[in-house]
């Protein structure tokens, strides 16, 4: 994704990863019983109050679930793509961790950490079959916190299940 | 804050420029003039009105979004941006009481 809206256009790259994200229908998608008991999981399994599935568009990032969020974020039920924590692991296709927002030179002036309280973040990239990162399964907590491995695999296995479901939900069914 | 930016969150109200660049970055600006003409006309709202209200740009924001393809990620942007904007807006009025 770009974060640079000044680029005139989008990468070859980037074009590709939102035509994934196009295929599967994620910009048109607000609502799935099945995300949403995965993120559920995901936030009470790690101890977090706030869980999402958040999918990164070209100038914003869109919520696909939830549990947690309240007041504007819950409104908006998305951020704009300069204030989004996910770009990180979209980028690299790897974890993205913060534990502590307010000493972590990468986030501490981002509005979310600045006005809102974040405090800790940990991202697992939801990769395709195709090997494009489309967003993150995240969970995030208004204090800091440390992750261990096992909660980045934990992470990672509930990403994963995203992913199924959403490359399931866009295949034909057998007739 | 303006009604145009947010100096708290910096942060741009969005509007039909920013709108037009975000389908050009997409489209190139061929691509995003026939597709905002397009988006416009279909929900009756005029393609040439520079100062679009908040109301307006949603409508063309939701017919982007139910064209689906490459279209409907910028809607979705544009909604999400706006109603950001917007909530926060309500926010630092009610802060302000």
């Known amino acids: ?175 | 804050m303006t009604d145009r930016y947010n100096e708290g969150y910096r942060l741009a109200r969005p509007s039909r420029a920013s709108t037009v660049a975000a389908l050009a970055r997409m489209f190139g600006a061929q691509g995003a003039a026939v597709r905002w003409r397009d988006a416009c006309t279909r929900c009756d709202v005029d393609p040439e009105h520079e100062a679009l209200p908040p109301s307006l740009l949603a409508r063309v924001a939701e017919v982007l979004i139910a064209s689906g393809g490459m279209e409907s990620i910028v809607g979705r942007s544009l909604m999400v941006r706006m109603l950001t904007f917007e909530s926060l807006a309500t926010d630092e009025q009610e802060d302000s009481r």
């Open chain 1, 1 to 175: 994704m770009t974060t640079d809206r000044d680029d005139p256009l989008l990468t070859p790259q980037e074009v590709a990863r939102l035509q994934e994200i196009s295929r599967l229908g994620l910009a048109e998608l607000t609502q799935d019983d099945a995300l949403q008991a995965i993120v559920q999981d995901a936030t009470r399994e790690l101890g977090l109050p706030i869980g999402l599935v958040s999918i990164v568009l070209d100038e914003s990032q869109h919520f696909i679930a939830r549990t947690g969020l309240d007041g504007w974020l819950a409104s908006a039920n998305g951020t704009p793509v300069e204030w989004a924590f996910c770009v990180n692991a979209v980028r690299t296709k790897r974890p993205f961790v913060v534990e502590d927002a307010t000493r972590d030179a990468a986030v501490s002036d981002n509005p979310l950490v600045e006005h809102d309280g974040v405090r800790c973040y940990a991202g697992a990239p939801l990769l395709t079959s195709a090997g494009h990162a489309l967003g993150t399964m995240c969970v995030i907590g208004s204090e800091p916190r440390a992750f261990s491995d096992q909660d980045i695999e934990r992470l990672q296995v509930f990403a994963a299940r995203v992913v199924d479901h959403l490359e399931a939900r866009r295949t034909p069914s057998a007739p």
